[in-house]
């Protein structure tokens, strides 16, 4: 079934470690998201790719790096992880900048302790 | 509707209610909108959505509402069911040409009661 595949599903990491959150669709979707989902806060933007070989910031970067070394995927890099970082993180992508419809993926579930 | 807080706004209705959720978005600028639903341990699901040169828009069993003039967009949800049971987002684009930078909104608990 075509869709966006996250890994790992769930994962608890000690601060201060690195971690890089797997992201990768099968839809030759231009446009890829990285979110974040805390609650009460809703979902925030924290990278974005426009096409392959271009990213960009979104509202809280800080803290995370992306790349798009291709079409498929879209890695998000934690150099060194905070508590704060605790949080659901979805991977999304669609077909280009110009729709509106995005297509998520099942989210991943980190812990900093 | 949805509100800024750490408690999500929530909305408890019998089956075969229709249900209302209410969104008041925060740029005039916004051309675009759309409703996701999120079931529990699962990403987003687009429903619908809207551009802003319609105040309304239909499709299966949900209509979106829009009213520029005061900001608010709402989805109304006919005969609900069990498996609507679900949270609810709004987003706008408010980034210009560009329909990748969506503000979502806080969320809506649906509650559906047998």
């Known amino acids: 079934i075509a869709g966006i595949t996250q890994a790992p599903t769930s994962q608890i990491l000690a601060a201060g470690r690195r971690m890089t959150l797997r992201c990768t669709q099968d839809m030759r979707h231009n446009a890829m998201y990285w979110y974040r989902q805390d609650l009460g806060l809703g979902l925030r933007l924290i990278h974005y790719s426009n096409t392959a070989g271009t990213t960009g910031k979104g509202e809280v970067p800080d803290g995370y790096s992306v790349s798009r070394a291709n079409t498929d995927d879209f890695p998000l890099t934690l150099a060194s992880a905070v508590p704060s970082q605790t949080s659901v993180y979805f991977c999304?992508?669609?077909?280009?900048?110009?729709?509106?419809?995005?297509?998520f993926g099942e989210g991943s579930r980190l812990t900093v302790l | 509707g949805e509100s800024v807080g750490l408690h999500l706004p929530t909305l408890s209705v019998q089956e075969g209610d229709n249900s209302i959720i209410n969104c008041a978005y925060s740029n005039s600028a916004s051309d675009y909108f759309i409703w996701y639903k999120q079931e529990s341990g699962k990403g987003p699901q687009f429903i619908i959505d809207i551009r802003s040169n319609m105040d309304k828009r239909q499709g299966q069993r949900v209509t979106v509402l829009l009213n520029k003039t005061v900001k608010h967009l709402s989805l109304q949800i006919a005969a609900t069911q069990p498996g609507d049971s679900a949270v609810y987002f709004c987003?706008?684009?408010?980034?210009?040409?560009?329909?990748?930078?969506?503000?979502f909104g806080q969320g809506t608990i649906l509650t559906v009661h047998p």
């Open positions: 987003a706008e684009n408010s980034g210009g040409t560009s329909y990748g930078k969506l503000t």
């Open positions: 999304a992508s669609k077909r280009d900048i110009l729709t509106g419809e995005l297509f």
